[in-house]
């Protein structure tokens, strides 16, 4: 299985799934349109080991609520992450059963030797 969990508005989503192949064969998910769901996130929380894992402190409203200032629970992220598809570091990658989170150089490259790119 091959699934991918992206913005479409994002030029870097768009760019990485033309880098690593994304067509008809992937299910996908535009998280603005079609938000992950909690049973989603649990699932992916399971397979990458905390919510703080998937949560995007790079998105303009980690700073404009002050999260940063703010000690915040493994609850909190989850909550933060239901409420706005913003927090999710994107785009995530899921290739059978392994979870790739976000749009580094270096993950996007353990994707595509994932895929044999």
């Known amino acids: ?19 690593i192949g994304v067509d008809n064969s992937w299910e996908q ?5 079609n938000p992950l769901t909690e049973k989603q996130l649990e699932e ?4 990458v080991g ?17 999260l940063k ?9 989850k909550q933060y992450l239901l409420e706005d598809y913003t927090f999710l570091k994107r785009p995530v990658i899921v290739i059978d059963n392994e979870v790739f989170v976000g749009n580094s150089k270096k993950t996007v490259e ?3 030797e994932k895929l044999g790119i």
Not at 54 to 65: D, N, Q
């Open 1 to 19: 299985m091959k699934k991918i969990f992206y913005l479409s508005t994002c030029d870097t989503n768009r760019r990485i799934m033309k880098e």
């Open 29 to 33: 998910q535009e998280i603005k349109t």
């Open 44 to 47: 992916l929380k399971e397979k």
């Open 50 to 66: 905390s919510y703080e894992n998937l949560f995007s402190k790079r998105a303009i409203k980690y700073r404009t609520l002050g």
């Open 69 to 77: 200032e703010k000690n915040l629970t493994e609850e909190d992220y």
């Open 110 to 112: 353990a994707v595509k």
